[in-house]
């Protein structure tokens, strides 16, 4: 059984920076990609970033050059450092582990979220 327990998540004015983490359970986190999820009330679930198991990293248009995708395995955790934050990026990000890189990233199981709100 997989859990993903987010943290990190607050309330940042814009321009300011947060730190998103989560920590992982389970023996297939070396060979996983995972991905970062965020929910705006009122829209879709849509991915912001993914990381495959030999670190290869993929960003939504949106946040490419403000946004960057790491991971320790030894700690089987997965980061999303966020700079330049702005008011659009607030919602709930969800961490996620799956299969596929890239385009063809596909998540199987979902952490609880962490909200992250900007203020203007």
């Known amino acids: 059984q997989v859990q993903l327990v987010e943290s990190g998540g607050g309330l940042v004015q814009a321009g300011g920076s947060l730190r998103l983490s989560c920590a992982a359970s389970g023996s297939i986190f070396d060979i996983s990609t995972m991905g970062w999820y965020r929910q705006a009330p009122g829209n879709e679930r849509g991915l912001v970033a993914s990381?495959?198991?030999?670190?290869?990293?993929n960003y939504a248009d949106s946040v490419k050059g403000r946004f960057t995708i790491s991971r320790d395995n030894a700690k089987k955790t997965v980061y999303l450092q966020m700079n330049s934050l702005k008011p659009e990026d607030t919602g709930v990000y969800y961490c996620?582990?799956?299969?596929?890189?890239?385009?063809?990233?596909?998540?199987?199981?979902w952490g609880q979220g962490t909200q992250v709100t900007v203020s203007s």
């Open positions: 990381i495959n198991s030999g670190g290869s990293t």
């Open positions: 996620s582990q799956g299969t596929g890189t890239g385009y063809y990233y596909r998540p199987r199981d």
